[in-house]
């Protein structure tokens, strides 16, 4: 048990619809990252958000957008999904920004786009 | 470019054999290095991780990686493998000034009893 927690765990989506996961980070942390995980890959990183600001971004399309809120929870908005974003959405909180500190997956969320 | 390697995708071993996974890094800064496992349709779990000091570093579940910068690689290591070490491993990197944690595709670790 990491303390950070995701919902949806699964949801199906057609083409072109748009979703919304969410993520509470762990007592304490105030960073929320993001990663998107294919079936037999590793995880490739989306976003972070440090005390609500995007803090970094990797080699994503600008249909994929975050918010964090006040109490550093978060939130992943994909528009205009495509079949291959089909994918676990991982979240992982940590105290601070950058590397050195370690972050702490979710279970993630279940995307499959239809 | 920063990349992971982990070159064994699949590994079988028997119950009570000892384990060597091994993770390449390419990484221009002092890296900070890290194993996760991934147990079929969960999360990531933090075995251990690496910042500075001593190379051998000791995680839980009775794992240890030893950090060889002279060969860029993170070998995770068990002398003893149980049937519920059977899953996913993953190597990550990340280094100061980067926000963002590279991984390699992970190896998939089957246990024979």
């Known amino acids: 048990e990491t303390g950070v927690t995701q919902s949806p765990t699964h949801l199906i989506k057609t083409r072109g619809q748009q979703v919304t996961l969410r993520c509470s980070s762990q007592?304490?942390?105030?960073?929320v990252s993001w990663y998107q995980q294919a079936l037999g890959q590793g995880p490739q990183f989306i976003f972070q958000y440090y005390r609500e600001e995007e803090n970094g971004r990797g080699n994503f399309p600008p249909r994929f957008s975050g918010l964090q809120f006040p109490n550093y929870s978060s939130e992943l908005n994909v528009n205009a999904l495509e079949l291959d974003d089909s994918a676990l959405y991982l979240c992982a909180s940590s105290q601070r920004a950058g590397a050195r500190n370690t972050i702490y997956f979710g279970e993630g969320s279940w995307l499959t786009v239809v | 470019a920063q990349s992971v390697t982990q070159p064994d995708i699949h590994i079988t071993v028997s119950e009570g054999a000892s384990l060597e996974l091994r993770c390449n890094y390419s990484?221009?800064?002092?890296?900070?290095l890290f194993w996760y496992v991934q147990s079929p349709g969960q999360g990531l779990q933090l075995l251990l991780k690496?910042?500075?000091?001593?190379?051998l570093v000791q995680g839980i579940k009775g794992f240890e990686a030893e950090f060889k910068r002279s060969q860029s690689s993170f070998n995770l290591r068990k002398p003893s493998v149980h049937w519920s070490d059977a899953a996913e491993y993953f190597c990550a990197v990340g280094s100061s000034g980067t926000y963002k944690y590279i991984f390699g595709t992970g190896t998939r670790l089957k246990v024979l009893a």
């Open positions: 690496y910042f500075s000091g001593d190379t």
């Open positions: 007592s304490g942390h105030n960073t």
């Open positions: 990484y221009g800064a002092t890296p900070y």
